[in-house]
């Protein structure tokens, strides 16, 4: 069964930011930032993308969807303001019930869709280096790196 899109009721928004928040802040942490970095880094951030509590101008939030089951979320949008044709996952996930079942691969694959009938001729995204399953998966699709952040605690 392959996963496909339905855009994410306005009424689930606010509980999805805090979620996604939530988890940017885990995230970075697990990552090497203190919690105090990560905070302000989820404010900083969470104040340009959801503004008044919505997604910006042309950026998509949709649950994936499989049968009757939402497996989880997929936000695609520009990079910036300023460049229409670069798109940008912003953030996916398949909840962990519904994992290794290819929704990921779908979700991708549904992202680049969308992404294309918006007029984008490119899509990145951003995955931290210890997601190495994600990784995996975005690079069995096409995608290369770009950039390379390393850092060594000390």
Not at 68 to 90: R, S
Not at 135 to 148: A, V
Request: charged residues 25%; proline residues 5%.
């Amino acid at each position: 069964m392959h996963a496909y899109l339905l855009p994410m009721p306005i009424e689930e928004m606010p509980e999805w930011i805090a979620s996604i928040r939530a988890e940017y802040i885990v995230s970075r942490i697990t990552a090497g930032e203190s919690a105090a970095e990560a905070k302000a880094a989820a404010d900083t951030s969470f104040a340009q993308q959801f503004p008044n509590g919505r997604q910006r101008d042309h950026h998509l939030v949709f649950n994936v969807v499989a049968g009757d089951d939402v497996v989880g979320y997929l936000w695609v949008g520009p990079e910036t303001n300023a460049d229409a044709g670069k798109w940008w996952v912003w953030d996916v996930e398949i909840y962990e019930p519904f994992q290794r079942r290819g929704y990921g691969r779908d979700a991708m694959l549904l992202a680049e869709r969308e992404a294309r009938l918006a007029g984008a001729i490119e899509l990145g995204l951003n995955v931290f280096g210890y997601n190495l399953g994600a990784r995996k998966l975005y690079e069995s699709l096409g995608y290369e790196p770009t950039s390379i952040r390393m850092a060594k605690h000390l």
